[in-house]
């Protein structure tokens, strides 16, 4: 996983995981993208500490942590706060980057 930038935030698509260090369900949740990533042999997220990142959780409205910010078409599609499982964020994923599920 990366850390967002500036740069990326300016991007019209990305899928933001969002967290803060102590919080043991943002682990939990952390462990899930961290093994997509691994089945899929690439960074597919980027992350963000909540924590350092007051003015962005205010501007976007983030309620709790942890939160997959979903972007695409430069507008905010969906925040995700309830992981629950792998496949749960499996049917994210084949909504906003089908390009990971394409077969050559």
Do not use: W
């Amino acid at each position: 996983m990366q850390q967002v930038t500036d740069d990326i935030l300016q991007q019209e698509r990305y899928l933001l995981y969002i967290y803060t260090p102590l919080c043991g369900t943002c682990a939990l949740a952390r462990t899930m993208l961290d093994k997509i990533e691994s089945v899929h042999q690439q960074d597919i997220f980027y992350e963000m500490n909540a924590s350092l990142n007051p003015e962005f959780m205010q501007d976007y409205k983030v309620e709790s942590v942890p939160c997959l910010l979903i972007k695409e078409g430069g507008e905010i599609r969906d925040k995700v706060y309830a992981f629950k499982s792998i496949a749960n964020i499996y049917s994210y994923l084949m909504d906003y980057k089908p390009e990971l599920f394409a077969t050559s």
